[in-house]
């Protein structure tokens, strides 16, 4: 039926016509073959609880190596993705970004109907498109939106314990509130940094932060021009401790004058933690 098709034979189709067509995108790079490689841009969602992070690990399973793994039996090419945030184990996401090179002919905007008849089920590749083949999403300028959810209510819910963090004492938003002020603006954000950081500055803007209470579930969203190792889930755990009364709002000024990662409250649990928007400006 017109419009209607199985992979295998859209790509069949693409193969046998795409050895006839040329690039017309000026300025891509050749193969040493002499054919065309385009770049091609992913934006991935994905359930990171059965993963090892997002970044590829030998041995391991992860976002980043399934990738890699499907496009190569896909293509028949040795393909290596670059990955824009490499979220940490057990961390999800609505919109990473992707890139990757091939010499293949497939429609940019066909990558994501063809990955997904392949990739397992809690990962989806949301759009596929051709990108300049300079592109690097590492390297250019970014607003990240992340989503800590907390589920504060007596008793677990089922249905969120994936997605957000169970925390069954109440507690208070508007100390909460002030003390997530006190971060916004550019600031030295090395005491909400984990070790191990390889960041060569931890100096990061944060643009907005809110949490948004909805019944039970509540939200703690921020925005910023990126976020060193674990900053997130170590905000997030200060806040609770704010909101817990175990902490004082003014916290959050001394840990960002001290830098002292001490000073902070725990690293929430990474369940809690999704990246829900990814801009490039």
């Known amino acids: 039926m017109a419009g209607l098709w199985s992979y295998d034979s859209l790509f069949g189709r693409l193969c046998v016509f795409g050895v006839k067509q040329k690039s017309e995108i000026p300025g891509r790079n050749l193969d040493r073959w002499g054919k065309n490689v385009r770049r091609i841009q992913l934006t991935v969602a994905y359930d990171g609880t059965a993963y090892h992070g997002w970044q590829f690990q030998p041995g391991q399973s992860t976002i980043e190596g399934e990738l890699n793994r499907q496009l190569s039996a896909l293509l028949k090419e040795d393909i290596k993705v670059i990955g824009a945030s490499r979220t940490d184990t057990g961390v999800h996401g609505l919109c990473n970004i ?15 109907y063809a990955l997904n008849q392949r990739l397992p089920g809690d990962i989806r590749i949301r759009r596929s498109k051709e990108v300049e083949s300079d592109f690097h999403p590492r390297r250019v300028p970014t607003r990240k939106t992340y989503e800590y959810r907390i589920l504060n209510e007596s008793f677990e819910n089922p249905l969120e314990r994936r997605y957000a963090y ?95 990662r001490g000073k902070a409250g725990p690293t929430a649990p990474a369940r809690g933690l999704i990246l829900v928007d990814y801009e490039f400006v």
Do not use: W
């Open 98 to 112: 992707a890139v990757f090179d091939t010499i293949s002919r497939i429609p940019g905007e066909k990558f994501s």
């Open 166 to 260: 169970f925390m069954p004492v109440p507690l208070k938003l508007e100390p909460m509130r002030e003390a997530a002020g006190c971060l916004i603006g550019e600031h030295d954000f090395a005491g909400f940094c984990a070790a191990g950081s390889t960041a060569k500055s931890s100096v990061r803007t944060i643009y907005s932060i809110e949490l948004i209470e909805q019944g039970s579930l509540i939200r703690i969203r921020i925005t910023g021009n990126g976020f060193l190792y674990n900053m997130v889930r170590i905000i997030a755990g200060t806040l609770i401790e704010v909101g817990l009364e175990r902490m004082a709002p003014s916290a959050m000024e001394e840990i960002l004058k001290t830098g002292d």
